[in-house]
């Protein structure tokens, strides 16, 4: 017989099971920031559904469709699919181990990944967004042309963000005891990857920072903080890339703030920087984990052709249409 608790409670104590399954700090937020949506779904869709018993594998289906339609919708990326369909993969693991449920419900379910592309419907659909200089140089200038009173700190942001093509829990995990003006240095942490790197940075992203700690009054603690003095949360990190990309006309585009993670790595390719150089900005831990922010342009291809396109061969179509002159002349 199942221990018989709501809904609610069932989402309230998952966070305590995936810490126990040894999960990243990352996963367990994501994880349970994805439940709680699951959770906020079912109240609106299926009110009548309370215990935990009552949850039938039809629900969980009709919410991840109602998030497909997001994906198509370009609402929504394949990624964060991914990552709802595997945190509720967990959540019914979790209730059948816990004998809150008599039956795991998704112990059967098998999927392709979309974001393996193996959705045909969705190749042309989930090009990332990579920012051209144009756009990038229109973004700084209007960050520096705005009167908003946390424009150095935005700038701080935007730079870091263009320039180490960090993620977003990197950049809010950064503290100032990390950064050396004078070693033109800094430390990152990649929180989802569990490492720490010392990287380079440009003399111009040093004077932007060292701008805004003199701004801010603070050479110690995170460097990123609200006007409350607190550290800056997700949701006011996601705010303050919203506002500019907006203003630029990138949002409206699909662009986010993971496009700045995606256009450093390209550019970097497309300048044939070693890949272990760009891991260490990046924070990944091999070159296969680096594969799917690779994107090349069509215009990228144009010097393959032209180095594989052998003076040999230019030789000898030249010397087969001789050839065709000197038949076609003797007919």
């Given amino acids: 017989m199942c221990n018989r608790i709501t809904l609610k409670q069932a989402v ?47 629900h969980i289906s009709d919410y991840l469709l109602s998030i497909l339609k997001k994906v198509k919708a370009k609402k929504c990326s394949c990624y964060t699919y991914d990552r709802k369909a595997d945190s509720l993969i967990v959540f019914c693991k979790y209730i059948f181990e816990n004998g809150y449920s008599s039956d795991n419900l998704l112990k059967s379910y098998k999927r392709k990944r979309m974001k ?106 995170k460097i ?14 996601n705010d303050v890339i919203r506002k500019y990309l907006k203003k630029i006309g990138a949002y409206q585009k699909g662009a986010t703030g993971h496009s700045f993670r995606h256009t450093f790595i390209t550019n970097a390719v497309r300048k044939n920087i070693n890949a272990a150089r760009i891991m260490r900005y990046t924070g990944h831990r091999d070159f296969s984990s680096l594969k799917p922010y690779l994107h090349l342009a069509p215009d990228d291809l144009n010097d393959v052709c032209v180095a594989v396109y052998s003076p040999l061969l230019v030789d000898a179509l030249e010397k087969s249409k001789m050839r065709q002159r000197s038949m076609s002349k003797k007919i």
């Fill in 116 to 221: 393996n592309r193996y959705f045909a419907d969705f190749k042309s659909d989930f090009q990332p967004y990579i920012f051209t200089e144009e756009e990038l140089s229109k973004l700084i200038n209007t960050i520096m042309d705005s009167n908003d009173q946390n424009k150095d700190r935005d700038l701080a942001i935007f730079m870091m963000l263009i320039q180490l093509g960090i993620r977003r829990s990197t950049l809010l995990e950064a503290c100032w005891e990390d950064v050396s003006f004078e070693k033109k240095e800094m430390t990152l942490h990649h929180v989802k990857d569990q490492i720490s790197t010392r990287v380079k940075i440009t003399q111009e992203l040093s004077d932007v920072l060292e701008n805004y700690q003199f701004i801010s009054g603070r050479k110690t603690g």
């Fill in 12 to 58: 309230e104590k998952f966070p305590d099971y995936i810490l126990l399954e040894g999960n990243t700090e990352s996963t367990i937020k994501a994880y349970s920031c994805d439940i709680k949506q699951f959770y906020s779904y079912m109240r609106a869709k299926y009110p009548n559904i309370v215990y935990i018993d009552s949850l039938k594998r039809n």
């Fill in 224 to 237: 990123f903080i609200s006007n409350e003095g607190n550290p800056l949360s997700k949701s006011a990190y």
